[in-house]
């Protein structure tokens, strides 16, 4: 069982009951996953809305940085929009889920848990699309 960390009050229980099934459920999809948190888009906001356990792997900062510079290449090569962002380390992938227009999921998964070569993405990407839904019926509701 993981910590749920709601940093903003705009949350019922039920609405954090939710949230924090789905974020517990993303390890189903990417094995080993315990960092994950959901955060606005807007890069003026520095915190995350709701955290599951720590994520200290993942600077608020980098992750819209990150977010920014997919959109701006999503822009050169003359495509609409790109729903997720997955960045292999040698220790890590660093995944980035839009949500919703106004939201972002970020999750870390160490790589001693999954085999980076192996592991399909796009697979675990498709299969975890209900999840996001839920999510993003959460958070409209806020």
């Known amino acids: 069982m993981f910590f749920l960390c709601c940093t903003k009050s705009v949350f019922s229980n039920a609405q954090r009951k939710e949230l924090h099934q789905c974020l517990e459920s993303i390890s189903t999809y990417y094995p080993g996953t315990k960092e994950c948190g959901i955060l606005r888009r807007s890069s003026a906001d520095q915190e995350f809305l709701v955290a599951l356990s720590d994520t200290q792997?993942?600077?608020?900062?980098?992750?819209?940085?990150?977010?920014?510079?997919?959109?701006?290449?999503?822009?050169?090569?003359?495509?609409?929009?790109?729903?997720?962002?997955?960045?292999?380390?040698?220790?890590?992938?660093?995944?980035?889920?839009?949500?919703?227009?106004?939201?972002?999921?970020?999750?870390?998964?160490?790589?001693?848990?999954?085999?980076?070569?192996?592991?399909?993405?796009?697979?675990?990407?498709?299969?975890m699309a209900p999840v996001l839904g839920r999510l993003a019926t959460v958070l409209d509701m806020v």
Not at 63 to 71: C, E, M, N, R, V
């Open 57 to 127: 792997s993942m600077p608020i900062a980098l992750l819209h940085d990150l977010s920014d510079a997919a959109g701006d290449l999503c822009e050169t090569l003359s495509q609409t929009s790109l729903s997720v962002i997955h960045i292999r380390g040698a220790e890590r992938i660093l995944s980035l889920h839009v949500i919703d227009e106004d939201h972002l999921l970020a999750y870390s998964t160490p790589l001693p848990s999954i085999s980076a070569e192996r592991f399909d993405t796009a697979a675990a990407d498709i299969e």
